[in-house]
T-cell receptor, first 117, second 107 residues
């Protein structure tokens, strides 16, 4: 399977615990995005990377959230001291951006669903 | 007010009906995506367009940049088309999503 892969698919944790999600994008894609989606809502932008550089972070991304893409390939999203309000689907997407024609089509992973008890 | 608005929020149809979902946006964009999300979360890109019209099978997407409006049409709808359809626009390299249109097609 050469699509975007996310794991774990589902994580249940107790309030106050730390969780980490991983995203493996399509191999040649230089752009990687993280989104969060709560029930009945469209996805909300969290952050994105161009290769290993984190180019933008949303105001939604509090100090408890950190994302990395150390080698410009896979990315991790860590949430420290989880709160019940963090319960959501965390979506990763990747795309290929070329200076000559901008950002290409976006490919999404299946998402990682977080439930904080 | 959301930067990307979709209508209707919910839509039910009988199999075979022609369906239209609308998307209006208030920001400058470089491109617009129509996405399909099935229960369980997976999102699939249906179209990415920046002008005119695209067609893929029974799906047609149009965009009017001047009016900041796009439509997604489904001809001869089928129960397997039941999903949430999301409009998303590229604004300064990130996607801004609408809240989606939940479509149910009954046999």
């Amino acid at each position: 399977d050469t699509g975007v892969s996310q794991n774990p698919r589902h994580k249940i944790t107790k309030r106050g615990q730390n969780v980490t999600f991983r995203c493996d994008p399509i191999s040649e894609h230089n752009r990687l995005y993280w989104y969060r989606q709560t029930l009945g809502q469209g996805p909300e932008f969290l952050t994105y990377f161009q290769n290993e550089a984190q180019l933008e972070k949303s105001r939604l991304l509090s100090d408890r959230f950190s994302a990395e893409r150390p080698k410009g390939s896979f990315s991790t999203l860590e949430i420290q001291r989880t709160e019940q309000g963090d319960s959501a689907m965390y979506l990763c997407a990747s795309s290929l951006r070329r200076a000559s024609w901008g950002t290409g089509e976006l490919f999404f992973g299946e998402g990682s669903r977080l439930t904080v008890l | 007010k959301n930067e990307v608005e979709q209508s209707p929020q919910n839509l039910t149809a009988q199999e075979g009906e022609f369906i239209t979902i609308n998307c209006s946006y208030s920001v400058g964009i470089s491109a617009l995506h129509w996405l399909q999300q099935h229960p369980g979360g997976g999102i699939v890109s249906l179209f990415m367009l920046s002008s005119g019209k695209k067609k893929h099978g029974r799906l047609i997407a149009t965009i009017n940049i001047q009016e900041k409006h796009s439509s997604l049409h489904i001809t001869a709808s089928h129960p397997r088309d039941s999903a949430v359809y999301i409009c998303a626009v590229y604004n300064t390299d990130k996607l801004i999503f609408g809240t989606g249109t939940r479509l149910q097609v009954f046999p």
